[in-house]
């Protein structure tokens, strides 16, 4: 307790920096980031679960995002929020007040979610939220453009990557928990077409940024990725500000 306390004393006196995690998708980012926020007393933020929630909502309102003035509208509807949760110690988020951190995993949102996280309008209404949370720095951010647009001027930015054998694997295992249903060739079909939308759209297509450094965890294990980006943090606290 005491140690805790000390630590979280420590932690508050130290510089506060702003850590981006970029990357394809199912790298573990998310997993990472979590990790990072932690050990560092930091907020963590899943910018995907955002567009994850924006894309459930349009889904259960049949809103057709091809129609801009659909999508606009739309936008103005959507109340989009983090909050903890002791049990599961992350935050989770919440769509109008509903907790949605769950169904938004599932496949039929990752089936829609690259084409709506495509449309500028959908892009700059959570962008602006993002900026805010990161208003007061200590903070971990997972995603696609939280490096090159929605926080340039990070302290450190990592971009992860590792084999699409090794992500595909990754990410069935952990459907398939969920819904034994789920088929490998649909997973890979469903990676490729993220990986392709995400990085060949218009609006802050994935790309690394020129000052990212490169984690490709291929042949990592969780604890070797974390012991990295972890030393990797520290160097940045401990610059001069
Ligand atoms: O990280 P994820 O798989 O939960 O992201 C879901 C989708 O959202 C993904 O296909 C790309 C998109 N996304 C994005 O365009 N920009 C972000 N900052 C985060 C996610």
Redesign the pocket.
């Known amino acids: 307790m005491l140690i805790a306390l000390k630590l979280a004393f420590l932690q508050a006196k130290m510089r506060k920096i702003i850590v981006t995690i970029?990357g394809w998708?199912?790298c573990g980012?998310?997993t990472l980031a979590k990790q990072l926020a932690k050990a560092l007393g930091y907020v963590y933020v899943?910018?995907?679960?955002?567009?994850?929630a924006i894309?459930l909502y349009f889904l259960r309102n049949h809103i057709d995002w091809t129609d801009l003035s659909a999508v606009k509208q739309a936008l103005k509807e959507i109340s989009l929020e983090f909050i903890y949760n002791s049990h599961s110690q992350q935050s989770e988020i919440y769509l109008n007040g509903e907790n949605v951190e769950y169904v938004?995993?599932d496949l039929v949102v990752?089936e829609k979610?690259?084409e709506?996280?495509?449309i500028k309008e959908v892009?700059q209404f959570?962008?602006a939220q993002?900026q805010k949370m990161g208003k007061k720095k200590g903070i971990v951010?997972?995603?696609?453009?939280?490096g090159t647009v929605?926080f340039p001027n990070a302290e450190l930015k990592i971009f992860m990557t590792a084999d699409n054998a090794v992500r595909v694997e990754r990410r069935f295992k952990e459907l398939y928990e969920k819904n034994p249903n789920v088929t490998i060739d649909e997973v890979k079909a469903n990676l490729e077409m993220?990986d392709y939308?995400?990085s060949h759209?218009e609006a802050?297509p994935?790309r690394q940024a020129e000052d990212a450094i490169l984690l490709d965890n291929t042949n990592l294990t969780e604890k070797e990725q974390f012991q990295k980006a972890l030393q990797w943090a520290h160097t940045e606290i401990n610059k001069k500000s």
């Not at 899943?46 to 994850?52: E, T």
């Not at 951010?141 to 939280?146: L, S, V």
Request: proline fraction near 0%.
């Open positions: 970029d998708s199912s980012k998310s899943d910018s995907g679960a955002m567009y994850r894309t938004i995993r990752a979610v690259s709506v996280a495509a892009r959570a962008v993002q951010m997972d995603g696609r453009d939280i929605v993220r939308i995400d759209r802050s994935l």
